[in-house]
């Protein structure tokens, strides 16, 4: 299984950016599929998730409102969108996969979960 995000940039505050993730390999409607992201000197942290039905989100509390997370099973890929985007929203966001297959009870916010990470693209927010 192999995943790739895209879809990081430079935008001033305020900005909107959209993340991609595509991945491959396996089906994509068994995963359930989170966004984590890291800024310098910090650990990597939740963002959202999405279960691999699509009917339930999740979201840190700091991104809601701003960040919709949604999915599309016949493409494979994951989106976030991010709107209202803020210099605290600096950070190399990577994408993550949990088979649901072999998870007995999924936790989306838990890096633990997810058995598989994409590279990760940065977003820069600058003020």
């Known amino acids: 299984v192999q995943l790739q995000a895209s879809g990081g940039g430079l935008v001033q505050a305020g900005g909107s950016l959209r993340l991609s993730c595509a991945i491959s390999?396996?089906?994509?409607?068994?995963?359930?599929m989170g966004w984590f992201r890291q800024a310098p000197g910090k650990e990597r942290e939740f963002v959202s998730a999405?279960?691999?039905?699509?009917?339930?989100?999740y979201y840190t509390d700091s991104v809601k409102g701003r960040f919709t997370i949604s999915r599309d099973n016949a493409k494979n890929m994951v989106y976030l969108q991010m709107n209202s985007l803020k210099p605290e929203d600096t950070a190399a966001y990577y994408c993550?996969?949990?088979?649901?297959?072999?998870?007995?009870?999924?936790?989306?916010?838990?890096?633990?979960?997810?058995?598989?990470w994409g590279q990760g693209t940065q977003v820069t927010v600058s003020s």
């Open positions: 993550a996969a949990d088979d649901d297959r072999t998870t007995y009870a999924y936790r989306p916010a838990s890096q633990e979960t997810y058995e598989y």
């Open positions: 390999g396996d089906t994509f409607s068994m995963f359930s």
């Open positions: 999405i279960i691999r039905k699509g009917g339930n989100t």
